[in-house]
Each structure stands twice: as structure tokens, then as C-alpha cells.
């Protein structure tokens, strides 16, 4: 959410003012009068494009949906194998991540406490729907590679959303200190060598 005001609609001036509020005040509550203030218009101007405070946290959560999924699509255009599909769509989440800082406040939960229970069902569904990926991908490198997970598909999915969402906390947790991307490589290199091997080493024992 980059681009100049003029170039917006009233709409996306208030969702881009709402996640730099997000970003440049962590641990605050977000109200709809500061909100109005930093956009430059009345709080009624805000309803009138968002009945509620919980629609643009809705709107911001449109925004992240689109911008992950339709990159995580031409990702699986774009590469063949598993590993490779595993760490793009890893380094997609995290860069994106570490570029908006304040949109980490609402996949972390941090900025939904004491919002309805409609956003926190939207954040849950946003990374089941990342696990859900991580699950076809390695259920594909079987039938496309000859290829599977060390552990269960099921195990290793969990594993990659865990990091995803480990990460993103801690840049939470130290206020935008420790960037998502830090140390991504080595440890991309170990959760590698972790995640996949050709089925006929697959032990036989039960």
C-alpha cells in the first residue's frame, strides 16, 4: 500500500492511513476519531465508506489475502518442484511481512484485541488456507518427483506455517526490530534438508 495519496480513492487512503497507524504506533488501539484525524476527514466521512472500525480491519485483510494468494498462483506456475514452490511461497510470506509492518500487527493479533470475533476467524482462515498450500505442494512432489515429506504431509505443512507465523510475531514482539528475512537463508537451508526425500528410501518398517 505504496502508492501516493492523489493516485487513491478515498477508500484506500483511509485502509493505507490505517495500517501506518498500525505500524507507528505498536501496542496502541486504533480509534476511529485518531484514524479520522490522520486521513483528514470527520469520523462520519469514515462510515461513510466503512460502516464499522472491524470493515476496514476487513479491508486490510482483503489486501493482505489478494497480495499473498495471487503470488502464491504464479508461484506455482512459475516453479516445478516442491522445495522450491516451499521456500518461494515461505519467502513471499515473510517479505511481504517485513514490508508492512503494520499489516503484521493484524496477522499476529496483536492489533484484534477486543475486536469482533469475525477478524480473528479471518486471520485463522488466512494461514490454515497457507498450511492447506504447504499440503499440496508436498502432496504433489509424490506423484511429480517421486518424493516425501521425512515426517507426515500433514507435520511438515504445520512446520512451514509455524515458522511463517513464528516470525511474524517476534517482528511484533520486538516492535519491527527483528525482520522476518533475518537469518531466512541458513535457515531455510535447514528446514531443506528436513523436508523431503525420495519415496524408495522411505522405510518399510510399521
Keep these: ?23 507507528s504506533n505498536p ?16 469520523e462520519a466521512a469514515l462510515y461513510r465508506h ?16 489478494e497480495a499473498v494468494f495471487s503470488r502464491v498462483s504464479r508461484i506455482l506456475q512459475d516453479f516445478e518442484y516442491a522445495d522450491q514452490r516451499c521456500e518461494r511461497t515461505l519467502t513471499l510470506v515473510l517479505t511481504f511481512a517485513e514490508k508492512n509492518p503494520g499489516m503484521c500487527r493484524l496477522l499476529s493479533g496483536d492489533a484484534l484485541s477486543g475486536e469482533t470475533e469475525r477478524l480473528r476467524q479471518r486471520i485463522q482462515q488466512f494461514f490454515e488456507r497457507i498450511e492447506m498450500q504447504f499440503k499440496q505442494i508436498l502432496r504433489e512432489a509424490e506423484m511429480r518427483e517421486g518424493k516425501v515429506p521425512l ?52 522405510s518399510l518398517s510399521v
Excluded at 466503512?50 to 489475502?65: D, N, R, T, V
Excluded at 510475531?169 to 537451508?189: A, C, G, I, K, M
Aim: hydrophobic fraction near 45%.
Design 1 to 23: 500500500m505504496t502508492e501516493t495519496a492523489d493516485k487513491l480513492s478515498r477508500r484506500d487512503q483511509i485502509l493505507q492511513a490505517l495500517a501506518q497507524m498500525l505500524e
Design 27 to 42: 501496542g496502541a488501539r486504533i480509534t476511529t476519531a485518531s484514524l479520522a484525524k490522520a486521513v483528514g476527514v470527520s
Design 50 to 65: 466503512f460502516p464499522s472500525k472491524a470493515k476496514m480491519f476487513e479491508g486490510l485483510i482483503s489486501f493482505i489475502e
Design 151 to 202: 515426517q507426515t504431509i500433514s507435520a511438515a505443512a504445520n512446520l512451514l506455517t509455524a515458522v511463517l507465523e513464528g516470525r511474524i510475531r517476534q517482528y511484533v514482539r520486538t516492535e519491527f526490530d527483528t525482520r522476518p528475512t533475518q537469518y531466512w537463508d541458513e535457515q531455510w537451508l535447514l528446514l531443506q534438508s528436513l523436508l523431503l526425500r525420495e519415496k524408495n528410501l522411505t
